[in-house]
């Protein structure tokens, strides 16, 4: 059976590249990684993906004059390399989506979207945030990336308990776990073509 072929796309430690490498490594998901690319020469997810020999490229914004020429050369390299599905794994760059990559890229939110999401919210701003408002409820979501900040489809969603002794330490770690477990399933999802999209709304069969 033909694979999937992903691109990871990331800008730091790649922890979420690591973890697609180790399901993959185990068998529990079948997809060939087709190219890695970086937003920051110094990425330390750079080393897992040399020692996974998945190809890397390095493509900095500030290397090019505006958004769209920047989005050209990502997705023109996702092009060369066959790429079938994109997937940010902690990437901080904005990008332009081109017609023939919509509903083929996806990213994780640490948040229940369209709660604590949009332009600034990342990293820890989403947890204290969540806290500072007295929610009860976070998690994450997955979801297919638009030309809008974490708006577009969502796919999946998984939620854990924000506890009142929580820091926005202690919930980054739980959600943590929901992502390290949620979109390695999203993924084998979309690889076994058990995805599908109307309108807004995805259907994700068993």
Same mark, same amino acid.
């Given at each position: 059976?033909?694979?999937?072929r ?10 979420? %590249?690591?973890?697609?490498? =180790? @399901?993959?490594?185990?068998g ?7 190219l890695?690319?970086?937003?920051? #020469?110094?990425?330390?997810? %750079?080393?897992?993906? =040399?020692?996974?020999?998945i190809?890397t490229?390095?493509?900095a ?12 050369q990502?997705?023109? %390299? ?10 940010m794994?902690? @990437? ?12 083929? /890229? ?10 604590f999401?949009? *332009?600034? @919210?990342?990293?820890?701003?989403v947890?204290?945030?969540?806290? =500072?408002?007295?929610?009860? %409820? ?6 297919f990336?638009d030309? *809008? ?11 854990? #308990? /924000? ?19 949620? @979109?390695? =399933? ?8 058990r ?12």
């Amino acid at each position: 059976m033909t694979r999937l072929r992903v691109a990871v796309l990331i800008s730091g430690s790649g922890s979420t %590249l690591a973890n697609l490498i =180790e @399901y993959q490594r185990r068998g529990e998901l079948l997809i060939d990684f087709a190219l890695v690319i970086s937003s920051n #020469p110094k990425a330390g997810g %750079l080393r897992h993906a =040399e020692q996974a020999s998945i190809p890397t490229e390095v493509v900095a914004r500030k290397n090019f004059t505006d958004q769209q020429a920047h989005s050209q050369q990502i997705f023109g %390299l996702c092009r060369k390399h066959d790429v079938q599905l994109v997937v940010m794994g902690g @990437y901080l760059e904005h990008l332009g989506i081109p017609d023939d990559f919509a509903n083929r /890229v996806i990213n994780i939110h640490p948040a229940l979207i369209p709660a604590f999401s949009g *332009q600034g @919210y990342y990293g820890l701003r989403v947890h204290t945030a969540a806290i =500072e408002y007295g929610v009860k %409820l976070s998690g994450c979501t997955v979801h297919f990336v638009d030309n *809008q900040y974490d708006h577009g489809p969502i796919i999946a969603q998984r939620s854990c #308990p /924000v506890l009142d002794s929580d820091s926005p330490q202690d919930l980054q770690q739980r959600i943590g776990e929901l992502e390290r477990q949620l @979109y390695p =399933e999203v993924i084998a999802a979309i690889a076994t073509g058990r995805v599908t999209v109307t309108d807004r709304r995805v259907f994700v069969g068993s």
